[in-house]
Protein backbone atom coordinates (compact mmCIF):
# COMPACT_ATOMS: atom_id res chain seq x y z
CA UNK A 1 0.00 0.00 0.00
CA UNK A 2 1.21 3.50 -0.92
CA UNK A 3 0.27 6.36 1.42
CA UNK A 4 1.37 10.35 1.75
CA UNK A 5 0.14 12.95 3.97
CA UNK A 6 0.00 16.55 3.54
CA UNK A 7 -1.50 19.62 4.60
CA UNK A 8 -3.52 22.92 3.90
CA UNK A 9 -4.92 25.71 4.92
CA UNK A 10 -8.90 25.87 4.22
CA UNK A 11 -9.25 30.22 2.47
CA UNK A 12 -11.34 32.46 2.98
CA UNK A 13 -13.16 31.95 -0.26
CA UNK A 14 -13.86 28.31 0.35
CA UNK A 15 -16.45 28.92 2.88
CA UNK A 16 -19.63 29.39 1.61
CA UNK A 17 -22.76 31.08 3.57
CA UNK A 18 -23.39 28.46 6.11
CA UNK A 19 -19.89 29.47 7.40
CA UNK A 20 -18.43 26.07 6.40
CA UNK A 21 -15.85 24.88 3.51
CA UNK A 22 -18.54 24.97 0.60
CA UNK A 23 -18.47 20.86 -0.89
CA UNK A 24 -17.45 21.51 -4.46
CA UNK A 25 -13.60 22.43 -3.06
CA UNK A 26 -13.26 18.88 -1.73
CA UNK A 27 -12.70 17.36 -5.10
CA UNK A 28 -9.84 20.56 -5.13
CA UNK A 29 -8.84 19.41 -1.92
CA UNK A 30 -8.41 15.77 -3.14
CA UNK A 31 -6.92 16.79 -6.45
CA UNK A 32 -4.00 19.13 -4.67
CA UNK A 33 -3.31 16.31 -2.08
CA UNK A 34 -2.97 13.24 -5.52
CA UNK A 35 -0.50 15.91 -7.35
CA UNK A 36 2.02 15.68 -4.12
CA UNK A 37 1.47 12.30 -3.73
CA UNK A 38 2.38 11.49 -7.38
CA UNK A 39 5.44 14.15 -6.87
CA UNK A 40 6.81 11.73 -3.75
CA UNK A 41 6.83 9.23 -6.28
CA UNK A 42 8.84 10.72 -8.36
CA UNK A 43 6.17 10.90 -10.83
CA UNK A 44 5.18 14.19 -11.67
CA UNK A 45 2.12 15.67 -12.43
CA UNK A 46 2.77 17.65 -14.99
CA UNK A 47 5.48 15.62 -16.49
CA UNK A 48 3.34 13.07 -17.36
CA UNK A 49 0.89 15.10 -19.33
CA UNK A 50 4.09 16.64 -21.19
CA UNK A 51 4.61 12.98 -22.02
CA UNK A 52 1.30 12.76 -23.50
CA UNK A 53 -0.59 10.92 -20.77
CA UNK A 54 -4.09 12.46 -19.15
CA UNK A 55 -5.65 11.05 -16.02
CA UNK A 56 -9.74 12.22 -16.41
CA UNK A 57 -11.59 11.71 -13.47
CA UNK A 58 -13.96 8.54 -13.91
CA UNK A 59 -15.69 8.57 -10.68
CA UNK A 60 -15.90 10.46 -6.96
CA UNK A 61 -17.61 9.26 -3.88
CA UNK A 62 -17.17 11.65 -0.78
CA UNK A 63 -18.28 11.24 2.91
CA UNK A 64 -19.01 14.61 4.89
CA UNK A 65 -18.51 13.76 8.75
CA UNK A 66 -17.80 17.00 10.03
CA UNK A 67 -17.05 20.48 8.57
CA UNK A 68 -14.42 22.45 7.84
CA UNK A 69 -13.84 26.11 8.15
CA UNK A 70 -12.21 28.83 7.35
CA UNK A 71 -8.30 28.78 8.36
CA UNK A 72 -8.51 24.96 9.84
CA UNK A 73 -4.55 23.45 9.05
CA UNK A 74 -6.33 20.42 7.39
CA UNK A 75 -4.42 17.32 7.19
CA UNK A 76 -5.16 15.12 4.29
CA UNK A 77 -4.23 11.19 4.15
CA UNK A 78 -3.69 9.59 0.39
CA UNK A 79 -4.08 6.19 0.03
CA UNK A 80 -3.57 3.78 -2.73
CA UNK A 81 -4.27 0.40 -1.80
CA UNK A 82 -3.80 -1.38 -5.39
CA UNK A 83 -1.53 -1.47 -8.35
CA UNK A 84 -3.13 0.02 -11.07
CA UNK A 85 -3.47 -1.31 -14.29
CA UNK A 86 -6.14 0.78 -16.65
CA UNK A 87 -7.26 2.74 -13.99
CA UNK A 88 -5.97 3.71 -10.77
CA UNK A 89 -7.80 4.47 -7.29
CA UNK A 90 -6.74 6.90 -4.78
CA UNK A 91 -8.58 7.05 -1.25
CA UNK A 92 -8.31 9.92 0.88
CA UNK A 93 -9.21 11.22 4.87
CA UNK A 94 -8.86 14.20 5.89
CA UNK A 95 -8.31 15.75 9.44
CA UNK A 96 -8.77 18.29 11.60
CA UNK A 97 -6.00 19.64 13.78
CA UNK A 98 -7.43 17.83 17.17
CA UNK A 99 -7.38 14.71 15.10
CA UNK A 100 -10.79 14.48 14.08
CA UNK A 101 -11.95 12.63 11.07
CA UNK A 102 -13.93 14.84 9.25
CA UNK A 103 -14.64 13.26 5.80
CA UNK A 104 -13.83 10.41 3.23
CA UNK A 105 -12.96 10.44 -0.03
CA UNK A 106 -11.97 8.37 -3.49
CA UNK A 107 -11.20 9.25 -6.88
CA UNK A 108 -10.96 6.45 -9.35
CA UNK A 109 -8.64 7.94 -12.54
CA UNK A 110 -8.22 6.19 -15.85
CA UNK A 111 -5.09 6.97 -18.28
CA UNK A 112 -5.69 8.36 -21.75
CA UNK A 113 -3.40 9.53 -24.01
CA UNK A 114 -3.47 13.26 -25.16
CA UNK A 115 -4.00 13.05 -28.75
CA UNK A 116 -7.00 11.23 -29.90
CA UNK A 117 -8.18 10.74 -25.89
CA UNK A 118 -8.05 7.31 -26.38
CA UNK A 119 -7.79 4.38 -23.11
CA UNK A 120 -4.33 3.28 -22.22
CA UNK A 121 -2.75 1.01 -19.46
CA UNK A 122 -0.76 2.86 -16.53
CA UNK A 123 3.21 4.20 -17.99
CA UNK A 124 5.55 1.62 -16.96
CA UNK A 125 7.45 4.24 -15.50
CA UNK A 126 4.95 4.92 -13.04
CA UNK A 127 4.06 1.40 -12.03
CA UNK A 128 7.94 0.99 -11.41
CA UNK A 129 7.69 3.93 -9.32
CA UNK A 130 4.62 2.08 -7.49
CA UNK A 131 5.38 -1.15 -7.56
CA UNK A 132 8.08 -1.15 -4.43
CA UNK A 133 4.86 -0.34 -2.08
CA UNK A 134 2.99 -3.37 -3.32
CA UNK A 135 5.64 -6.25 -3.41
CA UNK B 1 -41.31 10.33 -7.76
CA UNK B 2 -40.44 13.86 -8.43
CA UNK B 3 -38.54 14.83 -11.59
CA UNK B 4 -37.31 18.33 -12.92
CA UNK B 5 -35.49 19.27 -15.50
CA UNK B 6 -33.65 22.20 -16.26
CA UNK B 7 -30.48 23.87 -18.89
CA UNK B 8 -27.40 25.40 -18.34
CA UNK B 9 -24.14 26.78 -20.21
CA UNK B 10 -20.67 25.71 -19.76
CA UNK B 11 -18.49 28.87 -18.49
CA UNK B 12 -14.41 29.31 -19.76
CA UNK B 13 -13.99 29.49 -15.96
CA UNK B 14 -15.25 25.97 -15.73
CA UNK B 15 -12.89 24.90 -17.96
CA UNK B 16 -9.45 22.76 -17.11
CA UNK B 17 -5.78 22.84 -18.98
CA UNK B 18 -7.72 19.42 -20.39
CA UNK B 19 -9.43 21.24 -22.30
CA UNK B 20 -12.52 20.32 -20.84
CA UNK B 21 -14.69 21.13 -16.96
CA UNK B 22 -12.86 20.48 -14.23
CA UNK B 23 -14.68 17.81 -12.13
CA UNK B 24 -14.97 20.01 -9.40
CA UNK B 25 -17.51 21.96 -10.72
CA UNK B 26 -20.21 19.18 -11.25
CA UNK B 27 -21.00 19.70 -7.50
CA UNK B 28 -22.29 23.17 -8.08
CA UNK B 29 -24.17 21.90 -11.38
CA UNK B 30 -26.21 19.91 -8.97
CA UNK B 31 -27.01 22.25 -6.63
CA UNK B 32 -27.95 25.24 -9.06
CA UNK B 33 -30.57 22.64 -10.33
CA UNK B 34 -31.33 21.45 -6.68
CA UNK B 35 -32.00 25.12 -6.05
CA UNK B 36 -34.34 25.17 -8.94
CA UNK B 37 -36.07 22.03 -8.57
CA UNK B 38 -36.92 23.22 -4.91
CA UNK B 39 -38.57 26.09 -6.41
CA UNK B 40 -40.65 25.02 -8.70
CA UNK B 41 -42.08 22.80 -5.81
CA UNK B 42 -42.80 26.20 -4.37
CA UNK B 43 -39.91 25.16 -1.16
CA UNK B 44 -37.23 28.55 -2.15
CA UNK B 45 -34.11 27.21 -0.60
CA UNK B 46 -33.11 30.91 0.53
CA UNK B 47 -36.77 30.50 2.33
CA UNK B 48 -36.01 27.52 4.47
CA UNK B 49 -32.52 28.71 5.74
CA UNK B 50 -33.98 31.85 6.65
CA UNK B 51 -36.47 29.93 8.10
CA UNK B 52 -34.17 28.83 10.25
CA UNK B 53 -33.31 25.38 8.75
CA UNK B 54 -30.26 24.48 6.42
CA UNK B 55 -29.14 21.42 4.36
CA UNK B 56 -25.69 20.13 4.92
CA UNK B 57 -24.04 17.69 2.21
CA UNK B 58 -23.97 14.26 3.37
CA UNK B 59 -22.36 12.56 0.91
CA UNK B 60 -22.11 12.80 -2.92
CA UNK B 61 -21.33 10.03 -5.70
CA UNK B 62 -20.37 11.21 -9.47
CA UNK B 63 -19.69 8.79 -12.35
CA UNK B 64 -18.03 10.74 -15.68
CA UNK B 65 -18.57 9.11 -18.54
CA UNK B 66 -18.16 11.63 -21.13
CA UNK B 67 -16.77 15.27 -20.98
CA UNK B 68 -18.30 18.67 -21.02
CA UNK B 69 -16.54 21.29 -23.13
CA UNK B 70 -16.94 25.27 -22.80
CA UNK B 71 -20.15 26.71 -23.91
CA UNK B 72 -21.65 23.44 -23.99
CA UNK B 73 -25.45 24.09 -23.56
CA UNK B 74 -26.16 20.84 -20.98
CA UNK B 75 -29.31 19.45 -19.78
CA UNK B 76 -29.57 18.79 -16.05
CA UNK B 77 -32.29 16.05 -14.54
CA UNK B 78 -33.27 16.21 -11.00
CA UNK B 79 -34.81 13.33 -9.44
CA UNK B 80 -36.47 12.19 -6.00
CA UNK B 81 -37.42 8.71 -5.73
CA UNK B 82 -38.50 8.81 -1.97
CA UNK B 83 -40.37 10.46 0.25
CA UNK B 84 -37.46 12.37 2.26
CA UNK B 85 -37.53 12.35 6.66
CA UNK B 86 -34.14 12.70 7.91
CA UNK B 87 -32.77 13.22 4.63
CA UNK B 88 -32.93 13.95 0.93
CA UNK B 89 -31.63 12.17 -1.93
CA UNK B 90 -31.15 13.95 -5.08
CA UNK B 91 -29.93 11.92 -8.10
CA UNK B 92 -28.86 14.12 -11.41
CA UNK B 93 -28.95 12.87 -15.18
CA UNK B 94 -26.70 15.32 -17.37
CA UNK B 95 -27.27 15.36 -21.08
CA UNK B 96 -25.15 16.69 -23.83
CA UNK B 97 -27.28 19.22 -26.81
CA UNK B 98 -27.21 15.43 -29.05
CA UNK B 99 -28.69 14.05 -26.09
CA UNK B 100 -25.64 12.15 -24.98
CA UNK B 101 -25.95 11.39 -21.25
CA UNK B 102 -22.37 12.86 -19.93
CA UNK B 103 -22.84 12.24 -16.51
CA UNK B 104 -24.48 10.39 -13.51
CA UNK B 105 -24.79 12.38 -9.55
CA UNK B 106 -26.24 11.90 -6.72
CA UNK B 107 -26.18 14.15 -3.35
CA UNK B 108 -27.59 13.15 -0.06
CA UNK B 109 -28.60 16.06 2.58
CA UNK B 110 -29.54 15.89 5.82
CA UNK B 111 -31.64 18.86 7.33
CA UNK B 112 -30.24 20.77 10.60
CA UNK B 113 -31.43 23.50 12.19
CA UNK B 114 -29.48 26.58 11.73
CA UNK B 115 -29.09 27.80 15.52
CA UNK B 116 -26.94 24.27 17.29
CA UNK B 117 -26.89 22.64 13.87
CA UNK B 118 -29.08 20.14 15.32
CA UNK B 119 -30.57 17.08 12.84
CA UNK B 120 -33.98 17.71 12.10
CA UNK B 121 -36.63 15.96 10.01
CA UNK B 122 -37.67 17.37 6.93
CA UNK B 123 -40.03 20.87 7.78
CA UNK B 124 -43.73 19.52 7.54
CA UNK B 125 -44.36 22.43 4.68
CA UNK B 126 -41.32 20.89 2.66
CA UNK B 127 -43.28 17.23 2.76
CA UNK B 128 -46.21 19.08 1.87
CA UNK B 129 -44.79 20.06 -0.95
CA UNK B 130 -43.45 16.51 -1.88
CA UNK B 131 -45.91 14.68 -0.68
CA UNK B 132 -47.98 14.39 -4.23
CA UNK B 133 -45.30 13.12 -6.41
CA UNK B 134 -45.29 9.98 -4.19
CA UNK B 135 -49.17 9.18 -3.81
CA UNK C 1 -20.96 51.98 -28.74
CA UNK C 2 -21.50 48.39 -28.23
CA UNK C 3 -24.17 47.65 -25.33
CA UNK C 4 -25.36 43.83 -24.53
CA UNK C 5 -27.21 43.08 -21.63
CA UNK C 6 -27.84 39.46 -19.99
CA UNK C 7 -28.84 37.73 -16.59
CA UNK C 8 -28.04 35.20 -14.50
CA UNK C 9 -28.68 34.14 -11.02
CA UNK C 10 -26.45 33.85 -7.95
CA UNK C 11 -25.25 30.17 -7.35
CA UNK C 12 -25.33 29.07 -3.70
CA UNK C 13 -21.30 27.95 -4.14
CA UNK C 14 -20.74 32.37 -4.96
CA UNK C 15 -21.45 33.28 -1.53
CA UNK C 16 -19.02 32.96 1.38
CA UNK C 17 -19.32 33.01 5.24
CA UNK C 18 -20.05 36.84 5.19
CA UNK C 19 -23.00 35.43 3.77
CA UNK C 20 -23.15 37.52 0.26
CA UNK C 21 -20.87 36.57 -3.16
CA UNK C 22 -17.27 36.22 -2.65
CA UNK C 23 -15.40 38.78 -4.69
CA UNK C 24 -13.63 36.35 -6.90
CA UNK C 25 -16.85 35.22 -8.65
CA UNK C 26 -17.73 38.79 -10.23
CA UNK C 27 -14.49 38.01 -13.07
CA UNK C 28 -16.49 35.34 -14.05
CA UNK C 29 -19.91 37.04 -13.97
CA UNK C 30 -18.26 39.46 -16.73
CA UNK C 31 -16.83 36.51 -18.33
CA UNK C 32 -19.98 34.97 -18.74
CA UNK C 33 -21.68 38.42 -20.28
CA UNK C 34 -18.54 38.69 -22.27
CA UNK C 35 -19.17 35.25 -23.84
CA UNK C 36 -22.62 35.92 -24.54
CA UNK C 37 -21.97 39.45 -25.88
CA UNK C 38 -19.42 38.45 -28.46
CA UNK C 39 -22.11 35.37 -29.59
CA UNK C 40 -24.74 38.18 -29.97
CA UNK C 41 -22.11 39.42 -32.46
CA UNK C 42 -22.17 36.81 -34.03
CA UNK C 43 -18.40 36.12 -33.27
CA UNK C 44 -18.36 32.71 -31.05
CA UNK C 45 -15.90 32.87 -28.25
CA UNK C 46 -15.58 29.20 -28.98
CA UNK C 47 -15.05 29.72 -32.75
CA UNK C 48 -12.15 32.46 -32.20
CA UNK C 49 -10.64 29.78 -29.90
CA UNK C 50 -10.51 27.70 -32.69
CA UNK C 51 -9.47 29.85 -35.11
CA UNK C 52 -6.01 29.85 -33.23
CA UNK C 53 -6.76 32.89 -31.74
CA UNK C 54 -6.84 33.27 -28.11
CA UNK C 55 -7.71 36.63 -25.78
CA UNK C 56 -6.00 36.90 -22.38
CA UNK C 57 -6.44 39.03 -19.63
CA UNK C 58 -4.68 42.14 -19.75
CA UNK C 59 -5.69 43.90 -16.36
CA UNK C 60 -9.37 43.73 -14.16
CA UNK C 61 -10.80 46.99 -12.26
CA UNK C 62 -13.79 45.98 -10.30
CA UNK C 63 -15.45 48.70 -7.37
CA UNK C 64 -17.88 46.95 -5.23
CA UNK C 65 -21.13 49.34 -4.40
CA UNK C 66 -23.47 46.99 -3.08
CA UNK C 67 -22.90 43.13 -2.38
CA UNK C 68 -24.96 40.53 -4.45
CA UNK C 69 -26.54 37.51 -2.65
CA UNK C 70 -27.64 33.56 -3.00
CA UNK C 71 -30.53 33.72 -5.68
CA UNK C 72 -30.17 37.21 -6.48
CA UNK C 73 -31.15 37.68 -10.21
CA UNK C 74 -28.58 39.84 -11.74
CA UNK C 75 -28.72 41.88 -14.59
CA UNK C 76 -25.41 42.47 -16.32
CA UNK C 77 -24.47 45.07 -18.87
CA UNK C 78 -21.69 44.61 -21.17
CA UNK C 79 -20.21 47.63 -23.04
CA UNK C 80 -17.85 48.35 -25.73
CA UNK C 81 -17.00 52.34 -25.79
CA UNK C 82 -13.98 52.34 -28.49
CA UNK C 83 -12.70 50.10 -31.80
CA UNK C 84 -10.63 47.83 -30.46
CA UNK C 85 -7.39 47.62 -32.44
CA UNK C 86 -4.43 45.29 -30.54
CA UNK C 87 -6.59 45.67 -27.53
CA UNK C 88 -10.44 45.43 -26.51
CA UNK C 89 -12.07 46.85 -23.19
CA UNK C 90 -14.72 45.32 -21.67
CA UNK C 91 -16.99 47.42 -19.16
CA UNK C 92 -19.58 46.18 -16.91
CA UNK C 93 -22.32 47.39 -15.00
CA UNK C 94 -24.28 44.77 -12.46
CA UNK C 95 -27.47 46.07 -11.22
CA UNK C 96 -29.98 44.07 -8.74
CA UNK C 97 -33.55 42.97 -9.31
CA UNK C 98 -34.82 46.69 -7.99
CA UNK C 99 -32.29 48.56 -10.24
CA UNK C 100 -29.96 49.17 -7.94
CA UNK C 101 -26.52 49.22 -9.04
CA UNK C 102 -24.48 46.59 -7.54
CA UNK C 103 -21.25 46.71 -9.22
CA UNK C 104 -18.81 48.23 -11.89
CA UNK C 105 -15.78 46.42 -13.78
CA UNK C 106 -13.75 46.93 -16.54
CA UNK C 107 -11.32 44.13 -18.06
CA UNK C 108 -8.82 44.80 -20.95
CA UNK C 109 -8.31 42.05 -23.23
CA UNK C 110 -5.35 41.32 -25.83
CA UNK C 111 -5.59 39.37 -29.12
CA UNK C 112 -3.13 36.92 -29.25
CA UNK C 113 -1.86 33.47 -31.58
CA UNK C 114 -2.21 29.65 -30.06
CA UNK C 115 0.32 28.65 -31.88
CA UNK C 116 3.48 30.95 -30.54
CA UNK C 117 1.46 33.21 -28.11
CA UNK C 118 2.46 36.21 -30.46
CA UNK C 119 0.34 39.15 -30.08
CA UNK C 120 -1.76 40.53 -32.81
CA UNK C 121 -4.69 42.52 -33.97
CA UNK C 122 -8.12 42.09 -33.83
CA UNK C 123 -9.41 39.80 -36.11
CA UNK C 124 -10.71 41.55 -39.37
CA UNK C 125 -14.34 39.28 -39.12
CA UNK C 126 -14.56 40.05 -35.62
CA UNK C 127 -13.57 44.12 -36.48
CA UNK C 128 -16.46 43.87 -39.00
CA UNK C 129 -18.77 42.46 -36.56
CA UNK C 130 -17.78 45.33 -34.41
CA UNK C 131 -17.96 48.47 -37.24
CA UNK C 132 -21.65 48.96 -37.62
CA UNK C 133 -21.41 49.86 -33.72
CA UNK C 134 -19.10 52.49 -34.19
CA UNK C 135 -20.37 54.40 -37.24
CA UNK D 1 5.55 50.23 5.46
CA UNK D 2 4.08 46.90 5.92
CA UNK D 3 5.75 43.79 4.29
CA UNK D 4 4.66 40.13 3.98
CA UNK D 5 5.91 37.38 1.72
CA UNK D 6 4.72 34.24 1.05
CA UNK D 7 4.86 31.04 -1.57
CA UNK D 8 1.70 28.83 -3.33
CA UNK D 9 1.99 26.35 -5.53
CA UNK D 10 -0.36 26.47 -8.58
CA UNK D 11 -3.88 23.81 -8.40
CA UNK D 12 -4.59 21.76 -11.50
CA UNK D 13 -8.37 23.20 -11.01
CA UNK D 14 -6.90 26.74 -11.39
CA UNK D 15 -6.04 26.49 -14.78
CA UNK D 16 -8.35 26.70 -17.96
CA UNK D 17 -8.66 25.76 -21.15
CA UNK D 18 -5.50 28.15 -22.14
CA UNK D 19 -3.08 26.13 -20.11
CA UNK D 20 -2.47 28.91 -17.74
CA UNK D 21 -4.29 29.88 -14.14
CA UNK D 22 -7.71 31.20 -14.85
CA UNK D 23 -7.92 35.06 -13.95
CA UNK D 24 -10.65 34.74 -11.35
CA UNK D 25 -7.93 33.21 -9.53
CA UNK D 26 -5.95 35.82 -8.62
CA UNK D 27 -8.65 37.04 -5.95
CA UNK D 28 -8.34 34.20 -4.04
CA UNK D 29 -3.99 34.14 -3.97
CA UNK D 30 -4.56 37.61 -2.76
CA UNK D 31 -6.91 37.23 -0.28
CA UNK D 32 -4.63 34.23 1.41
CA UNK D 33 -1.92 36.23 1.11
CA UNK D 34 -3.70 38.99 3.09
CA UNK D 35 -4.92 36.79 5.46
CA UNK D 36 -1.50 34.98 6.04
CA UNK D 37 0.19 38.79 6.15
CA UNK D 38 -2.78 39.96 8.90
CA UNK D 39 -2.32 36.44 10.84
CA UNK D 40 1.94 37.38 10.84
CA UNK D 41 0.83 40.58 12.77
CA UNK D 42 -1.00 38.98 15.39
CA UNK D 43 -4.25 40.23 14.00
CA UNK D 44 -5.86 36.77 13.44
CA UNK D 45 -8.17 37.19 10.66
CA UNK D 46 -10.99 34.70 11.99
CA UNK D 47 -10.60 36.31 15.42
CA UNK D 48 -11.55 39.77 13.72
CA UNK D 49 -15.09 37.78 12.18
CA UNK D 50 -15.31 36.36 15.76
CA UNK D 51 -15.12 40.18 17.22
CA UNK D 52 -17.57 41.46 15.16
CA UNK D 53 -15.92 43.06 12.44
CA UNK D 54 -16.15 42.22 8.76
CA UNK D 55 -13.76 43.71 6.21
CA UNK D 56 -15.56 43.44 2.52
CA UNK D 57 -13.75 44.09 -0.46
CA UNK D 58 -14.14 48.06 -1.89
CA UNK D 59 -12.50 47.65 -5.26
CA UNK D 60 -9.63 45.65 -6.74
CA UNK D 61 -7.08 46.00 -9.87
CA UNK D 62 -5.11 43.79 -11.05
CA UNK D 63 -1.80 43.83 -13.66
CA UNK D 64 -1.71 40.57 -15.67
CA UNK D 65 2.20 40.66 -17.06
CA UNK D 66 2.64 37.02 -17.72
CA UNK D 67 0.79 33.76 -16.89
CA UNK D 68 1.29 31.70 -13.96
CA UNK D 69 0.64 27.90 -14.98
CA UNK D 70 -0.37 24.18 -13.09
CA UNK D 71 2.34 23.69 -10.16
CA UNK D 72 4.33 26.82 -10.34
CA UNK D 73 5.40 27.68 -7.09
CA UNK D 74 4.55 31.35 -7.06
CA UNK D 75 5.86 34.11 -4.70
CA UNK D 76 3.47 36.61 -3.39
CA UNK D 77 4.70 39.86 -1.33
CA UNK D 78 2.08 41.83 0.53
CA UNK D 79 2.79 45.36 1.03
CA UNK D 80 1.00 48.25 3.23
CA UNK D 81 1.76 51.99 2.47
CA UNK D 82 -0.46 53.71 4.35
CA UNK D 83 -1.64 53.58 7.90
CA UNK D 84 -5.12 52.20 7.72
CA UNK D 85 -7.91 54.26 8.70
CA UNK D 86 -11.43 53.49 7.18
CA UNK D 87 -10.02 51.48 4.52
CA UNK D 88 -7.23 49.49 4.16
CA UNK D 89 -4.87 48.95 1.21
CA UNK D 90 -2.82 45.96 0.10
CA UNK D 91 -0.85 45.82 -2.68
CA UNK D 92 0.30 42.55 -4.37
CA UNK D 93 3.73 41.49 -6.60
CA UNK D 94 3.49 37.70 -7.62
CA UNK D 95 7.04 36.29 -8.83
CA UNK D 96 7.76 32.92 -10.73
CA UNK D 97 10.23 30.91 -9.77
CA UNK D 98 12.86 32.28 -11.61
CA UNK D 99 11.92 36.05 -10.12
CA UNK D 100 10.23 37.16 -12.96
CA UNK D 101 6.99 39.56 -12.19
CA UNK D 102 3.78 38.10 -13.07
CA UNK D 103 1.22 40.15 -11.78
CA UNK D 104 0.02 43.18 -9.76
CA UNK D 105 -2.76 43.50 -7.62
CA UNK D 106 -4.29 45.63 -5.47
CA UNK D 107 -7.37 45.59 -3.16
CA UNK D 108 -8.94 48.44 -0.61
CA UNK D 109 -11.14 46.83 2.15
CA UNK D 110 -13.54 48.54 4.44
CA UNK D 111 -13.99 47.77 8.08
CA UNK D 112 -17.84 47.17 9.00
CA UNK D 113 -19.93 46.12 12.07
CA UNK D 114 -21.03 42.45 11.74
CA UNK D 115 -24.59 43.50 13.11
CA UNK D 116 -25.84 45.59 10.98
CA UNK D 117 -22.79 46.23 8.01
CA UNK D 118 -22.14 49.45 9.55
CA UNK D 119 -18.81 51.34 8.44
CA UNK D 120 -16.29 51.60 11.04
CA UNK D 121 -13.21 52.29 12.04
CA UNK D 122 -9.99 50.32 11.81
CA UNK D 123 -10.02 48.38 15.39
CA UNK D 124 -7.85 49.71 17.32
CA UNK D 125 -5.79 46.68 18.47
CA UNK D 126 -5.05 46.33 14.44
CA UNK D 127 -3.75 49.85 14.71
CA UNK D 128 -1.68 48.88 17.78
CA UNK D 129 -0.53 46.23 15.52
CA UNK D 130 0.89 48.12 12.40
CA UNK D 131 1.52 51.10 14.00
CA UNK D 132 5.38 49.85 14.23
CA UNK D 133 5.44 49.67 10.58
CA UNK D 134 4.81 53.24 9.91
CA UNK D 135 7.08 55.24 12.23
Not at 83 to 97: G, N, Q, S, V, W
Request: net charge neutral; hydrophobic share 40%; charged share 25%.
Amino acid sequence: MFEYTTKFTVRYAETDQMGIVHHSNYAVFYELARVEAMSSLGSNYRAMEESGILMPILNIHSVFKAPLRFDDKVTIKVLIKKMPLAKILFEYELYTENGCLAHLGSTELGFVTKDGMKPCRVPAWFADCLRPFFD
